[in-house]
């Protein structure tokens, strides 16, 4: 696929995931638009990470869309493939289970990941722990944000090595969040 096959792919998922987050914003106090976070993933991955993946830049982009809007499996993998929507699958949470429940299992399957699945999910938890650090939910103390840097750290853990620019950001971005919340 030539650069504007590659351009035209990369804006259909963008364009399709500012339409499935068209009415959500995110956590923190700012509510920035929520189609702000996926691209940041995406766009981590290519920037940092010097990762360009045609599919794992589209799932990153799609990552949330099956956990936190109306999206099926089957809408994805009809407009982006089968290799996009497994992956979109690895990093997808079960909503129907508890809080607590959804952590533990992200932790746990974390080191059984792919390699594409883990390259989002690593740059998916820097853009979560930079918000915890600059835009943390109003509603979250300082020990709830401790509390998620510490999580999000076994999640890193369990995605090392697979790409050592992100890893070291990973590292750099929770030191500085460590260091700022306190």
């Keep these: 696929m030539g ?7 990369l804006l259909a998922a963008a364009h399709f995931s ?4 068209r009415d959500q914003r ?14 940041e993933v995406a766009e981590r991955i ?15 982009i799609l990552h949330d869309t099956i956990e936190d809007t109306e999206t099926t499996a089957d809408e994805i993998e009809d ?9 979109v699958l690895e990093v997808t949470d079960d909503k129907s289970l508890t809080s607590s429940e959804r952590k533990r299992l992200e932790i746990e399957h974390a080191p059984h990941l792919t390699p594409g699945a883990k390259l989002i999910k690593l740059a998916d938890k820097i853009s979560n722990v930079a918000d915890t650090e600059s835009n943390p939910p109003a509603s979250w103390s300082r020990q709830r944000r401790r509390d998620y ?7 890193a853990l369990g ?9 070291a950001e990973f590292e750099r ?9 306190g």
Excluded at 159 to 164: A, T
């Design 79 to 87: 407009q982006f493939g089968s290799i996009v929507v497994a992956l």
């Design 159 to 167: 995605c090392r090595g697979i790409n050592d620019a992100l890893d």
């Design 26 to 39: 995110r956590k923190g106090a700012r509510g920035t638009p929520y189609i702000n976070h996926p691209l």
């Design 46 to 60: 290519v920037r940092v990470g010097g990762i360009g993946d045609l599919d794992v830049l589209v799932a990153a």
């Design 149 to 155: 840097l510490d999580f999000a750290e076994q999640i």
């Design 3 to 9: 650069d504007i096959g590659t351009a035209a792919r």
């Design 173 to 181: 971005v929770l030191a500085q969040a460590r260091d700022r919340i």
């Design 18 to 21: 500012a339409d499935r987050h």
